[in-house]
């Protein structure tokens, strides 16, 4: 491969990148957790973090290819928390840490530790903007953010959605943020809850809807400041899907209650996106052909398909969200990297593509919960050329799948993306062959 052919980090940082699989309480980094573990101290407690023994792990976080590692934790602080948390640091797993992290050990992170901390609507908007900044310089250009609407005794689901959809929208109008990064939210169901409690998510789904032509909603350039800084509130509709999610090993006998829920979300114009076999228990004919009655166009993970099921699959030409780090990690998929579905799924694409058949059937990266699993969406992208053989104009083909699969902003990527080649070809005519 000549120079200009190689795929590096620095290659995948500026691809613009569009994330269609991203929990919001998932990618919150530790570093963001222990601020806001740091502001909840009693006031009369020093607010910076005293040493002491070293970080919660000892085992390694997953190797990085030519990506950075992540900084090395800071010494956790064993001061006393109101609530009687522990620094993140020492309450939660070194993210990425392949011998810690599993699905039995995930979901109690959040349940157990995360919830409790992040709370109230102040914590919730900081992590909130702390997760859009850091998603932005990784240099992610449209991001479907998803997170379950929940409620505590400082705050209602309604509440929390507020919170975070206010955060989205002083981002999005905020002429250099806007610009560089356009956010959407994406309401999610925790499988394992009542129907009625979906029936309530759908509610809030519709409530805070995006719709492109609201008056209101002004676009970041026309915008002005006196308007920005007027009494008029951040405008809150950034709602554009409903998403199934939680711990694939609950709630399937309930399943097929959520039906009229998601019917009505479908009718009322949201994006579906499931997720979808991510073990085996969560693959079964039954469970699938329930999820796929619903009309998603996109899929979370496909871990366990069966075949027939691939079929449909590619009939409906539906985007297959992939995680690649998440999956292996989590340890969801055999075989590491190089065995993870996304190869067979890209060469499908690829096929297809050959072919000149224009099923569209898409491949949207995603990091899942990067605060977790601690792989940004950049070093997926390298992590799919290194384990897979893709050259850059592979990767830009893939970003131009993702992008299309959004269910809002798909033309401002395309015209992103297409910047994005002619300058790369303008800059180095040489690798024109490989980004073309
Ligand atoms: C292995 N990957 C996954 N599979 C299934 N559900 C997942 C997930 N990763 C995260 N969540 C779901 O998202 C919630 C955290 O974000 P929010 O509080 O909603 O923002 C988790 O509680 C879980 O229900």
């Known amino acids: 491969m000549s120079p200009s052919t190689v795929v590096d ?71 006393q928390h109101p609530p009687g948390l522990p620094d993140p640091y020492i309450s939660l797993p070194d993210p990425g840490c392949i011998s810690s992290i599993n699905l ?24 909130t903007r702390a997760v859009l900044q850091d998603f932005c310089d990784d240099g992610v250009r449209l991001l479907e953010l998803r997170t379950t609407p929940r409620e505590s005794s400082q705050m209602t689901k309604r509440e929390y959605v507020e ?44 409530e805070f809807q995006y719709h492109p032509h609201k008056p209101h909603r002004a676009e970041p350039e026309t915008q002005t400041t006196a308007e920005r800084q007027g009494k008029d509130k951040v405008p809150s509709n950034w709602v554009v899907g409903l998403d199934l999610c939680g711990n694939p090993l609950k709630g399937t006998s309930t399943l097929p209650e959520f039906t009229p829920s998601f019917a ?13 076999a991510e073990v085996p228990e969560s693959g079964t004919p039954s469970e699938l052909s329930t999820l796929l009655s619903w009309q998603p166009q996109r899929l ?37 990297f190089g065995g993870h579905h996304f190869g067979e799924w890209w060469h499908e694409c690829e096929s297809e593509r050959r072919a000149g058949e224009n099923n569209n059937l898409k491949i949207a990266l995603g990091t899942d919960d990067v605060g977790v699993f601690g792989s940004p969406l950049s070093r997926d992208y390298l992590l799919a050329a290194e384990h897979f053989g893709l050259g850059k104009r592979d990767l ?15 033309e401002r990527m395309g015209e992103l993306i297409d910047e994005f080649e002619n300058f790369v070809e303008l800059q180095a005519p040489a690798t024109k062959q490989a980004v073309a």
């Not at 500026?14 to 101290?41: D, F, N, V």
């Not at 979370?300 to 990690?329: D, F, M, T, W």
């Open 300 to 336: 979370g993970h496909a871990v366990h398909v069966p075949e027939k099921v691939k079929q449909i699959i590619k009939q409906r030409g539906l985007c297959l969200e992939l995680c690649l780090s998440c999956n292996v990690i989590a340890k969801l998929t055999e075989g590491g």
């Open 9 to 79: 980090h620095e290659f995948t940082l500026s691809l613009p990148k569009t994330e269609l699989h991203a929990h919001l309480t998932g990618s919150i980094s530790r570093e963001t957790l222990h601020q806001i573990w740091l502001s909840q101290l009693p006031a009369s407690l020093p607010s910076s973090s005293s040493s002491s023994s070293s970080s919660s792990s000892s085992s390694s976080p997953l190797p990085s290819p030519q990506a950075p590692s992540p900084p090395p934790s800071p010494p956790p602080s064993h001061q």
């Open 264 to 276: 009505l979300a479908r009718r009322s114009g949201l994006g579906i996106t499931i997720h979808f």
């Open 104 to 127: 039995s050990t995930f979901f109690p992170l959040f349940d157990k530790y995360i919830y409790t901390l992040v709370s109230s609507p102040s914590p919730v908007q900081t992590a």
């Open 396 to 410: 830009v083909g893939l970003c131009r799948s993702a992008a299309s699969a959004a269910f809002a902003g798909r």
């Open 163 to 206: 919170a975070v959809s206010e955060v989205i929208g002083d981002w999005n109008l905020d002429p250099k943020n806007g610009t560089a990064m356009q956010v959407y939210l994406l309401l999610s169901v925790d499988r394992k809850v009542s129907p009625s409690e979906a029936e309530q998510v759908v509610a809030l789904a519709r």
